[in-house]
């Protein structure tokens, strides 16, 4: 049964730090690349980073470069994303996304900027 969960999500200030956490199972975590989404309350879902299988290549949308760091750890078939300097228009659900062989999403974390 593939499982992608995400979790770290939550309410933040302007300016804070959080992390994401998405936990994957199921699947050959190590083959697949790993990206982030965001989906906004009325806009499209809009990708957010990603990160090749080896994890030594990333690539960020304009909107969080400098700001946010992808990462993942193969061992334990996890991948990450590090937000600092949060702004009110990073508030978002967040989702983690597989693509290989087959495409395969999480259920997303919410994540609210508000002072």
């Known amino acids: 049964q593939v499982q992608l969960v995400e979790s770290g999500g939550g309410l933040v200030q302007p300016g804070g730090s959080l992390r994401l956490s998405c936990a994957a199972s199921?699947?050959?975590?190590?083959?697949?690349?790993m990206s982030w989404y965001r989906q906004a309350p009325g806009k499209e879902r809009e990708l957010v980073a990603v990160?090749?299988?080896?994890?030594?290549?990333?690539t960020y949308a304009d909107a969080v470069k400098g700001r946010f760091t992808i990462s993942r750890d193969n061992a334990k078939t996890a991948v990450y994303l590090q937000m600092n300097s949060l702004k009110t228009e990073d508030t978002a659900v967040y989702y983690c996304?597989?693509?290989?062989?087959?495409?395969?999403w999480g259920q997303g974390t919410q994540v609210t900027v508000s002072s």
């Open positions: 996304k597989g693509i290989g062989s087959r495409v395969y």
């Open positions: 990160i090749n299988s080896a994890g030594d290549s990333t």
């Open positions: 199921g699947f050959t975590f190590s083959r697949y690349i």
